[in-house]
């Protein structure tokens, strides 16, 4: 079963927020929720992470429900180079397994 | 601190042969993971070692796949009578060691492999 779903695809225009969904409605108590981007050909990079509060950086924010079945991604001004397949992880189970989906690919807009 | 380094980034071989690819990690990190990305998915766990102990291994890790970390350092990842299905991205991660709470992985740009 996948641990974490997101839409395929989003489109977003330039300088606007991007609002990227995850549903991880199995998380268990202790796990945290991780965001990682790929952009194409390079590994993936690290974004945020969080377990129950709203959490923010200086690349992103991160929403998660009180419930914490679901999580958004907040990048509050998009520009071209966030062009990326965006991943929202949650550990699995209690081992080291990250189990990564197959991510939202984000395309900005000029 | 240049990140996690791994070589060679591109290989292309014909099968049957073998490859190793390398894997440097962070200089502090404990920890090293093996994944592996096909085209259009998300990287998939492949193996985890804690210094140089391999502690867990996924199913996708077939008999002709072999991991090794001697010293806690680097990392190679053999494939040995390469098929093409083996045709992937390799991406090697690190991360320090925690007792518990977060865990953040670097990962390298990876070695892409192409098995003609």
């Known amino acids: 079963d996948a641990k974490t779903t997101q839409p395929p695809s989003m489109d977003c225009a330039e300088g606007r927020a991007a609002n990227l969904p995850c549903n991880h409605s199995?998380?268990?108590?202790?796990?945290?929720v991780y965001w990682y981007r790929q952009i194409h050909s390079q590994g993936p990079q690290y974004i945020i992470h969080?377990?129950?509060n709203n959490e923010t950086n200086e690349m992103a924010s991160l929403i998660i429900t009180e419930d914490r079945k679901s999580s958004t991604l907040i990048l509050p001004h998009a520009t071209l180079r966030d062009t990326a397949v965006y991943y929202c992880?949650?550990?699995?189970?209690?081992?080291?397994?990250?189990?990564f989906g197959t991510g939202t690919s984000l395309t900005v807009i000029p | 601190d240049t990140g996690v380094s791994q070589n060679p980034r591109h290989k292309i071989t014909k099968r049957g042969q073998n490859v190793t690819f390398r894997c440097d990690p962070i200089?502090?990190?404990?920890?090293l993971y093996w994944y592996r990305q096909t085209l259009g998915q998300g990287p998939e766990f492949l193996t985890y070692?804690?210094?140089?102990?391999?502690?867990?291994k996924s199913r996708l890790l077939s008999d002709r796949f072999s991991a090794e970390r001697p010293k806690g350092s680097f990392s190679t990842l053999e494939i040995q009578r390469t098929e093409q299905g083996d045709s992937a991205m390799y991406l090697c991660?690190?991360?320090?060691?925690?007792?518990?709470?977060?865990?953040?992985?670097?990962f390298g740009a990876g070695s892409r492999l192409t098995v003609l």
């Open positions: 969080g377990l129950k």
């Open positions: 200089s502090e990190h404990n920890r």
């Open positions: 991660a690190s991360s320090p060691t925690g007792s518990s709470g977060a865990n953040v992985l670097t």
């Open positions: 070692f804690q210094n140089e102990a391999q502690l867990e």
């Open positions: 992880i949650v550990r699995f189970n209690t081992g080291n397994q990250f189990y």
């Open positions: 199995t998380i268990s108590g202790n796990e945290y």
